[in-house]
């Protein structure tokens, strides 16, 4: 448990500082039931690890990590999230893999949907405020005072952050799905909210020297797919599939780029 409560400081900072991909896929079946998958790859928080760590993280660097998260297990006293939220990721589960030893650091989200509704208030979730891969693990672990841990030399608590995250970067776009219908667009005033941000100002900065987030999103779907919009999508040879790759940063300087239609 403490070290999960050190992964969230982590969670809240590291796609800042470094150059990191995400991937995620959606599967839509017939009946509109499906999931959605998300993987990151968060490698180079080793090496902050290790150097929060100290002489204690060396005698963990060759601790194995492979385990996978029941999220009904902590669910019921998570703090933050109303019972409709909670019902949506009940049945999810978060994988995490990591070898110190080899820097080998990987987190998967799975959560399932019974249809394109909650597949709808589900993307919705996990990209506003409260949800984020950062702020759900902040749900679940709890608050409480912070405690050290001896194993890694650190408070097991997070301490604030003040720099955007990246749920308040994808919160800026509006997203509606439907039987045939895939849809994002940018809603003109969240953006114009978040810009005002002055922490988003210098964020945009870090994106102008280089910064990326490379973002993957990969739609498998039932049927075939009739018409993409969007420029950079790459539809499969049986029509079935899309895939939509961007630098996430690029929402400071062009949020066009991650607007889309797809209709199947």
Do not use: H
Not at 36 to 64: I, N, R
Request: with cysteine.
């Amino acid at each position: 448990m403490k070290f999960l409560k050190f992964l969230v400081i982590g969670l809240c900072c590291v796609w800042l500082t470094s150059c990191l991909e995400i991937n995620e896929n959606v599967e839509i079946k017939a009946n509109g039931s499906g999931k959605v998958s998300t993987t990151t790859d968060l490698s180079q928080l080793v090496d902050m690890m290790s150097a929060m760590g100290g002489e204690e993280f060396d005698k963990k660097k060759d601790e194995k990590i492979d385990t996978v998260i029941e999220m009904k297990k902590f669910l019921d006293t998570a703090k933050g999230l109303t019972a409709e939220q909670k019902a949506l990721l009940m049945n999810g589960k978060i994988r995490m893999k990591m070898n110190l030893a080899e820097k080998v650091f990987n987190i998967n989200m799975e959560f399932p949907f019974d249809n394109l509704e909650k597949y709808q208030q589900l993307n919705n979730l996990l990209n506003s405020g409260a949800g984020g891969m950062d702020n759900i693990m902040k749900s679940v672990m709890g608050g409480g005072a912070p405690e050290k841990d001896s194993s890694i030399g650190i408070t097991d608590q997070p301490a604030p952050v003040n720099s955007p995250g990246m749920e308040q970067l994808t919160s800026v776009f509006d997203f509606n799905a439907s039987n045939g219908l895939i849809k994002k667009t940018l809603n003109q005033e969240k953006y114009k909210k978040l810009m005002e941000d002055p922490q988003v100002q210098q964020l945009k900065q870090g994106s102008e020297m280089g910064v990326e987030l490379l973002y993957t999103t990969t739609f498998k779907l039932p049927r075939p797919i009739k018409k993409v919009d969007n420029p950079s999508a790459k539809i499969s040879d049986d029509k079935k599939t899309v895939i939509i790759r961007n630098n996430l940063l690029d929402i400071l300087t062009a949020p066009q780029k991650f607007e889309y239609t797809i209709q199947y």
